[in-house]
């Protein structure tokens, strides 16, 4: 009996002491430790799903990558749309899981929370492919028109009706900065050559995109055509009727494509939020990753693509990264202006902020539905 | 060993405590170092920022000149553009179209200085071109588009000139690209320095700086070089691709911070050392709590084995007390009845050896009383004169016999009654003296008895005893009082005792407030003394005892009567006639007038009618039992008898019924069968001694017709032993003498047909208590007259009746009353016979019988002894018993068959041993 209780009690004593021991141990060990230790929070939201197999998948897979290399904690939201209401709650959430940069991977995001930054003063806001001026938003944007320019290279090239055709999504900076580019790498290579644009007015509508593509192959005779929009959704008509394309995004595989117009979001992503986490983020400023350490390429080239086409693309290439980029030297619009004159070239600021124009020879097709 | 244990757990545990706490002083140190070194380098870190946006802000200071050059081209026109130009060649300047070629100045390749492209694309830049240079460039627009870009192009040389940067002596920066290309050391810095930079040893400290600059603009640490620890920092340049790097000592830093850490270090070594002073402390104080708890219990343990010890002493000596008792019983018996003088010396030494061994038990319980705490003071009003007269008595004969001179002061004025405990004052003084006269071997033993008036109601007795004997040593004096002592074992071992006699006289004082006093000269003599408080019931001088004490020293050796009270009256009451017939036949010689009561209720009658001296009252009577019988009595207005000495009879005696008796207002009591010299004592004690005749033992002896007393009685003795179912032996120890046991006897035949009435009566009335009563009655006379069988069946009956076991007592009853009517025949035909019995020879004839008797008891013994041995197959103790069997006189079939029975058990043959038993009791 005296024995048990005394049992007990040393029991007592030395769980109690090896309680203490450790709430010591722990105490001095992580004791002034909480600074710099935890990781950082960065949100990311995309418009579409994230395994659409387009746009939004290979910005999933960038941002997953960059958060393996750079180690910060992500949370992502996909299939936000064009809602403001749902891009505002989810901006709040992230906020309040402790987010301290949230990236808005959709053009169309930035305009949306703009009005938001006062809300959100202490989160630094990626905006892609934005001229966002406020004080907590920082743009980024790849120069996928570069991508685009080498393909319209390939077009030019290798178009026999000299009718190629151009699906857009919506005439915006970034649309017009692509069409303008495509039609210039075509002029580059094919000064006969047309380009007939048409605009479904959204990235996602396979339906309007196929559509688009009927009457561009039907209608004007287009032998190529490409598409700025989320998903390759019209490879089946290119195959159909037996027409050429060159997609964006990711490689389809098809029988059909010449090439593709990537840009590596993983190096992209990567890169630009390492500058965030160092500190070195501008803001009010934009991003630009190009053909330089190739942020952007042909990330395909299929084997109907002649060498000499090839070779042509890659003195192209060159070019641009010697300081020739696709909106240099003399351009003029449709309506006759000159834009640019031998010798000059574009500041990225035009490319952002000056695009309501189309290079000559771009014919935009009004939408027949519309 | 637990000591030992208990120890080596708590040192266990303080060493512990100690590790753990030197265990987290050291993480403590540890983590504290981590935490100021990581303090220093975060301070550091914020320098390198500070010194980094300064370096910045020189570089953006340059680029602001281009862009100013820039504006003025691009408003005044490629005129302008030709006084772009350096005349340095460390210092290049010059103005770029986007073809490449170069306006002003020298045309720089796009691909080598791609500052010159960011220009292009309108922003102004910083860049390093290993080999050529630091590149500053800013676009010249045309409208919106950029037509030029003007260029400086620093090369080492130039930036040492005009960029330089000086930082204060303790640290050693230079600029850096990402890659680690030195662009420019600071101004201070040696070209060796430099190198330092550039080593194997640098570079990995600072990819390694670069690593952990991952999520900062910056990064610092300790790192030691060639055994010198230094820190190491690098920062982002802001707006360029540009590093800063550096190293400085450490102490600059450190100096301060880590004197903190050394004062925490200091503070808890300090909170160390307390603890430990503290716990030790604890600890010991701890362990003194334990000790003196474990010495609570190991006191508490010890008090509980010598209560223990005590319980057991006492139990023993009570035990050991009564074959004490029956020894010196039957030795009385002998001395009463033997002549022969050898016989009477050898009984009157088992006398003596007895008594002194009773005391010495007696001693045992008394001390074990005290020790257990149960020794109460009893005060009651005593004589003084009687109390010294029986120390004397108890004293001067030892005395006498060793020759020494037994010398008693009494001072004749002391008050003649006292109130206080008589017994125990007196075993004080007898103890006293007893020891003087053991440990005196010549010279005198002198007993000093005075007092000293201390109030009106009480006096200061001094008792003192004085030898000439040994004395004892001044070392013995403190061994004196300590139980089983004794001192001087040596001179002192053929001196018999416990050694208790003076704890127990230290004791017995010590609960009367008093204590005990030596003085003593060793080898001289001793003198122990002590005062005691006695409250005084008489005033009266006692005068001198003397008279009494030469009375009462005549009252040695052989039993006789010791007294007789002519003018005495004693009142007895008990149910049963038989008890009052003994009673009387006991006291017969004594001529005390004895009244007797059937009941409770006659005796309150009768205590109205007369005054008597004494009183015996039986404690278990019907309707009113001897308690209620004496509260009755004193609460009697008439009573005539009030306070007189009361005694009970109790069938039940044990250890402290005096006490019971006397909580219950009884003087003492008796245990029956009554034992006829303790009531002869008792009324000695009790009786008025005005009224007590000593009698001569002379004069008594003459009275003592013994051949008178046999010659009348041996007829009734031959028939009442030769009756069945009566034992005469058994009588004649109860009643004491034949005229007791015939008067006895004869009541007991009167009343055999009413009492057995009585018990049938109340069987069938079902009232068990008077039945028990009843019954217990008969056990009780029945055992007086010898009716042995009788007695254990009422004895039986008694106890079923006790427990209530109605069914049993049913059962049972009518074969009681069967035997106890039977015994009306038998006796009647006693009384008939011994008148006719004159002729008898009658010494013979009782010499005869009486072997008779011995013999057939005994062989009732040994055959169920015998029987019961045969059951357990111990053969060995039926051997044992044939053995003694065969020592007594035995008649040749007897021995005929007894050798039989010795071969059957050395056969170990039970089956036939008690064949031969069954056979025995046939002969029997």
């Known amino acids: 009996m005296n024995k048990g209780k005394h049992f007990t009690v040393h029991l007592l004593f030395a769980l109690l002491f090896i309680l203490i021991s450790l709430a010591l141990y722990y105490t001095i060990l992580t004791f002034g430790a909480g600074s710099g230790s935890h990781k950082k929070k960065i949100g990311f939201i995309l418009d579409g799903d994230l395994k659409d197999n387009g746009w939004n998948e290979s910005n999933a897979e960038g941002i997953e990558a960059a958060r393996d290399n750079l180690d910060f904690e992500l949370f992502l939201q996909d299939n936000i749309g064009g809602s403001e209401g749902r891009l505002y709650e989810t901006v709040r959430s992230m906020a309040d899981k402790g987010c301290r940069a949230i990236v808005l991977s959709s053009g169309n995001f930035e305009s949306l929370m703009e009005k938001y930054s006062a809300e959100f003063s202490d989160i630094t806001f990626f905006c892609n492919a934005s001229n966002a001026g406020v004080l907590n938003f920082v743009n980024y944007s790849s120069r996928m028109y570069q991508a685009r320019y080498l393909s319209g290279v390939i077009a030019g090239m290798m178009t026999e009706s000299n009718k190629l055709g151009y699906i857009g999504a919506i005439p915006d900076a970034e649309g017009n900065r692509g069409i303008n580019a495509f039609a210039l790498g075509v002029q580059s290579v094919n000064a006969d050559a047309k380009i007939h644009v048409i605009f479904t007015g959204s990235y996602n509508d396979s339906r309007k995109e196929n559509e688009a593509a009927k009457r561009l192959i039907s209608e004007y005779g287009c032998d190529i055509y490409t598409a700025h929009t989320n998903v390759n959704s019209t490879m089946e008509t290119a195959n159909k009727y037996k027409v050429h394309y060159i997609g964006c995004h990711r490689p389809t595989g098809s029988e059909s494509e010449l090439a593709s117009v990537d840009a590596d979001w993983e190096k992209i992503y990567t890169d630009l939020l390492r500058e965030f986490m160092k500190g070195n983020i501008v803001s009010e400023s934009t991003y630009w990753y190009g053909l330089e350490d190739n942020y952007v390429g042909l990330g395909f080239i299929s084997y109907l693509v002649p060498d000499k086409v090839k070779n042509r693309v890659d003195s192209e290439r060159k070019r641009i990264l010697k300081g020739m980029d696709v909106f240099s030297n003399m351009i003029r619009d449709d309506k006759g202006n000159t834009l640019c004159r031998s010798g000059e070239i574009m500041p990225d600021v035009r490319l952002v902020d000056d695009m309501n124009w189309y290079v000559r020879g771009v014919e935009v097709l009004d939408d027949k539905d519309q | ?924």
């Open chain 2, 1 to 924: 060993m637990t000591r030992i244990s208990e120890r080596i757990r708590i040192v266990i545990v303080w060493i512990l405590f100690i590790v753990v706490f030197v265990v987290s002083g050291i993480l403590l140190n540890k983590r504290l170092t981590g935490i100021m070194q990581g303090y220093i380098e975060s301070q550091v870190c914020e320098q390198a920022d500070r010194m980094a946006s300064v370096v910045s802000e020189k570089l953006y200071r340059e680029t602001d000149q281009l862009h100013y050059i820039a504006r003025i081209i691009e408003n005044h026109g490629g005129h302008v553009v030709d006084a772009v130009s350096s005349n340095s060649i460390h210092r290049k300047m010059g103005v770029q179209t986007l073809a490449g070629s170069a306006l002003s100045g020298e045309a720089l390749d796009v691909m080598i200085f791609p500052g010159i492209q960011e220009a292009f694309r309108g922003v102004s830049s910083i860049s390093y071109v290993k080999n050529e240079g630091l590149l500053f460039t800013s676009p010249v627009y045309n409208k919106k588009n950029v037509r030029y870009v003007i260029y400086e192009l620093f090369d080492d040389y130039a930036l040492k000139e005009n960029l330089s940067l000086l930082s204060d002596d303790s640290r050693k920066i230079v600029i850096t690209t990402r890659a680690g290309d030195i662009i420019m050391p600071f101004s201070d810095v040696t070209n060796n320095e430099a190198a330092y930079f550039e080593s194997r040893n640098y570079r990995d400290i600072f990819n390694d700086l670069s690593q952990r600059m991952e999520l900062n603009s910056s990064a610092a640490g300790f790192y030691s070089v060639a055994g010198d620890r230094q820190i190491f920092f690098t920062a982002d340049i802001p707006y360029t691709p540009f590093r800063l790097r550096g190293y400085m000592e450490p102490d600059i830093m450190t100096a301060g911070i880590l004197d903190a850490s050394n004062i925490v270090i200091f503070a808890f070594a300090f909170l160390l050392i307390l603890y430990a002073i503290g716990s030790l402390y604890l600890i010991i104080a701890t362990e003194k709590a334990e000790e003196s708890d474990e010495l609570r219990l190991a006191k508490q343990q010890a008090e509980e084995a010598n209560r223990a010890k005590s319980d057991f002493l006492a139990s023993m000596s009570h035990e050991i007390r009564t074959p004490i008792n029956a020894v010196l019983g039957m030795d009385e018996m002998i001395i009463r009845e033997s002549d022969n003088e050898h016989i009477l010396e050898y009984a009157t030494n088992i006398n003596n050896a007895g008594k002194s061994l009773l005391n010495l038990v007696n001693d045992i319980l008394d001390f074990s009383k005290i020790e257990a705490g149960k020794m109460e003071i009893l005060k009651d009003e005593y004589k003084t004169s009687f109390m010294i007269t029986d120390l004397v008595n108890m004293i001067a004969v030892r005395a006498h016999n060793k020759g020494l001179e037994f010398i008693v002061n009494a001072d004749p004025a002391l008050p003649a009654v006292l109130f206080g405990d008589e017994d125990r004052v007196k075993q004080c003084i007898l103890n006293l003296l007893t020891n003087a006269v053991k440990y005196t071997e010549k010279g005198s033993v002198t007993f000093d008895l005075n007092f000293s008036k201390n109030s009106d109601k009480d006096i200061i007795l001094e008792v003192s005893v004085k030898d000439t004997g040994i004395g004892i040593r001044p070392e013995d004096q403190v061994k004196l009082f300590s139980p089983f002592e004794r001192v001087d074992m040596q001179k002192n071992r053929n001196i018999e005792g416990t050694g208790l006699g003076l704890s127990i006289v230290q004791n017995l004082l010590h609960i009367m407030d008093s204590k005990l006093e030596l003085n003593s000269e060793y080898g001289k003599g001793s003198t122990f003394s002590f005062r005691l408080r006695q409250e005084v019931a008489d005033w009266k001088s006692m005068g001198n005892f003397a008279e009494a004490y030469k009375k009462s020293v005549l009252t040695q050796n052989k039993y006789t009567e010791l007294f007789r009270a002519p003018d005495a009256a004693i009142l007895v009451v008990d149910d049963t006639e038989m008890n009052l017939t003994v009673f009387k036949g006991l006291l017969k010689k004594t001529r005390i007038n004895i009244d007797t009561a059937t009941s409770g209720n006659d005796a309150l009658k009768m205590v109205r009618t007369r005054h008597y001296d004494m009183m015996f009252i039986d404690h278990r009577m019907p309707v009113m039992d001897g308690i209620d019988t004496l509260k009755a009595m004193n609460e009697l207005k008439d009573n005539k008898s009030l306070g007189v000495p009361s005694v009970a009879f109790t069938a039940n005696a044990g250890a402290g019924s005096k006490e019971k008796y006397r909580s219950y207002g009884f003087d003492d009591y008796i245990s029956k069968p009554v034992s006829p010299s303790e009531l002869e004592e008792l009324i000695i004690r009790y009786l008025p001694p005005e009224k007590i005749e000593l009698v001569d033992a002379d004069e008594a002896a003459a009275e003592d017709d013994r051949e008178e007393l046999r010659n009348e009685d041996q007829d009734f003795i031959n028939a009442y032993q030769a009756a069945e179912g009566l034992s005469y032996n058994v009588a004649i120890a109860s009643c004491g003498d034949v005229s007791v046991l015939k008067d006895s006897a004869i009541t007991f035949y009167k009343t055999i047909d009413e009492r057995a009435e009585e018990i049938r009566s109340f069987m069938e009335k079902g009232e068990v208590e008077d039945y028990t009563i009843k019954v217990h009655a008969l056990k009780s006379s029945a055992r007086i007259v010898g009716a042995v069988d009788l007695s254990i069946k009422a004895e039986y009956l008694e106890r079923c009746g006790n427990e209530g076991n109605i069914d049993e007592i049913k059962k049972r009853t009518d074969d009681l009353l069967n035997d106890y009517l039977a015994l009306k025949g038998v006796m009647s035909f006693i009384f008939a016979d011994y008148l006719d019995a004159d002729e008898m020879d009658n010494e013979s004839a009782m010499k005869d019988l009486f072997r008779e008797a011995l013999r057939r008891e005994t062989l009732m013994q040994f055959i169920f002894d015998v029987r019961e041995a045969a059951d357990d197959f111990d053969f060995d103790r039926i051997l044992a018993s044939i053995r003694l069997i065969k020592e007594y006189k035995l008649t040749d079939e007897l021995k005929e068959e007894l050798g039989r029975l010795n071969d059957a058990a050395d056969r170990f043959d039970d089956v036939r041993v008690k064949e031969i038993l069954d056979r025995l009791e046939v002969i029997l």
